[in-house]
């Protein structure tokens, strides 16, 4: 019923940007957080940023000050602009929608995304 679609990964070189976007398609009502997750070989998944509808915000304490995260709640869109990249950026960057409201009714679900690899190299 609901999918998320990342893209806009790739390669980049140290202290590079990069644009990740993420689409939430189906029978959606609402979507209380739509954020980002990233995982590199060997670690745990982790939190990048989260956006509420509302607009709150929250950041690791590595995205601080480098990441942006935006969103288009009309589309279901969310946005993560990234900046100054170092090499330890590098790993699979996951879409999150949680509290999942879909216009069927019923309990809310949560959704990720299939990924999309980021790789900050020179």
């Known amino acids: 019923q609901v999918q998320l679609v990342e893209s806009g990964g790739g390669l980049v070189q140290p202290g590079g940007s990069l644009r990740l976007s993420c689409a939430a398609s189906?029978?959606?009502?609402?979507?209380?957080?739509m954020g980002w997750y990233r995982q590199a070989p060997g670690k745990e998944r982790e939190l990048v940023a989260t956006?509420?509808?509302?607009?709150?915000?929250k950041y690791a304490e590595f995205a601080k000050g480098r990441f942006t995260i935006s969103r288009d709640n009309a589309k279901n869109r969310v946005a993560l602009q990234m900046n100054s990249l170092k090499p330890e950026d590098t790993a699979v960057y996951y879409c999150?929608?949680?509290?999942?409201?879909?216009?069927?009714?019923?309990?809310?679900?949560?959704?990720w995304g299939q990924g999309t690899q980021v790789t900050v190299s020179s």
């Open positions: 189906g029978s959606i009502f609402s979507i209380y957080g």
């Open positions: 956006i509420t509808s509302g607009g709150s915000t």
């Open positions: 999150r929608a949680d509290r999942v409201q879909t216009r069927l009714g019923g309990p809310l679900y949560d959704y």
